[in-house]
């Protein structure tokens, strides 16, 4: 076995990664290591390199580990470790879906049922990558699950492309659209068809909606999103003000507005446009805004008069991830998965896939550790 491994550091907004090397730990009692395949760049961490949050300013130990997003194999198990979390046995070697969250299951928050929101539930990985076990981010070749880890082995016939998404992009749209309560026949308004709005439309779908209508103004993005589920589509380039597409989305769903909201686009200045896209009684998910101190102004009072719930949506629960499983699983045949990812990069050239999604030239990207 390999005694090193490399990880990327993050050493601040707009500044170039580096590739560092450091010792593959291994795993105390009841922990991991898994060896990472396939490490997606997700739309946070895109908000922490342009700086939108600033680990700095938040207090965060430099260089950082970014990354959470993806999929490997088991490289090392620590003692006691036979099982994965629905007690199939796991062995050296086997594919695993896990969980990058790590509630500690004994807080009031976690004891109320609400794991998703424990306050420790990152703890770990808000460390610096120097500390051990240096492997916290999966912008690396091994990634560290620390005991009472939440991961499911993967089936042979599930191609790493399909699975990386799983573990942030595909089930914050399923644990969000279930405490969401979307019912059959109700009516779905997505605000940004990216990675977790694609997913949005197929689990919408699933769930009985009657109608899903995306908010997109990339080619590549309608398409993919069509074949994921969307209905209608109202495409940014012909409803250019928030005002058009406010009154195209109430055209599209009698002149209510839709049942529930997904705001998936990560920025302040459209939550009021989807609030007044929202049907009376209805539900706004917001899930994409992650940027620590901006600001926003709308009017409460459509909140108010139009009873509407607005719902935050950070992470998720361990029976949320098995549900995402599922759900690629049962749709594997009948949904373009494989689609999802657009591109994919050497670890070596990170500061590369960076730029290339920030500027648009990419829909979404993922590393490859050890390519």
Known sequence: MAEKGVAAAFLGSRKPFELREFPIPDPGPGAAVVK???????????????????????????????????????????AGVTTDSMGDPLEEGDRVLFSYLYPDLQCPTCLKGYTFACPTRQHDRLGGLEEWPHFRGTFAQYYYLHPNHTMYKVPDHLTDDMVAGLNCALVQVISGLRRAGLSF????????????????????????????????????????????????IVD?????????????????????????????????GV????????????????IGNINVGWHTEFDPSWIVFRS??????AHYTSQDLRHA??????????????????????????????????SGRITRGALVPHA
């Not at 509407?308 to 949506?313: A, K, L, M, P, R």
């Open 185 to 232: 026949n109700e009516t779905v308004a997505i605000q940004g068809a990216g990675g977790l709005g694609v997913y949005a439309a197929a689990v919408a779908k699933a769930h009985g909606a009657s109608k899903v209508i995306a908010i997109d103004g990339v080619d590549e993005r309608i398409d993919l999103v069509r074949s994921f589920g969307a209905d209608e």
């Open 36 to 78: 990472m395949s396939l490490a997606n760049v997700c739309g946070s961490d895109m908000h922490y390199w342009r700086g939108e949050m600033d680990m700095v300013k938040m207090g965060r130990p430099m260089p950082a580990a970014l990354g959470h997003e993806g999929t490997g194999e088991i490289y090392r198990l620590g």
């Open 271 to 286: 939550v009021t446009e989807g609030l007044q896209m929202t049907a009376p009684g209805g539900r706004y998910l917001e």
């Open 325 to 358: 499983l599922d759900f690629l699983k049962d749709n594997v045949s009948r949904l373009p998965f494989d689609r999802v990812l657009s591109h994919h990069f050497p670890l070596a050239d990170i500061n590369e896939a960076f730029a290339q999604q920030d």
């Open 236 to 268: 940014m380039r012909e409803f250019e003000t928030p005002e058009q597409r406010v009154d195209r989305v109430r055209e599209l769903t009698d002149g209510l507005g839709a049942d529930v909201t997904l705001e998936l686009v990560g920025h302040p």
């Open 308 to 313: 509407i719930s607005i719902i935050g949506v």
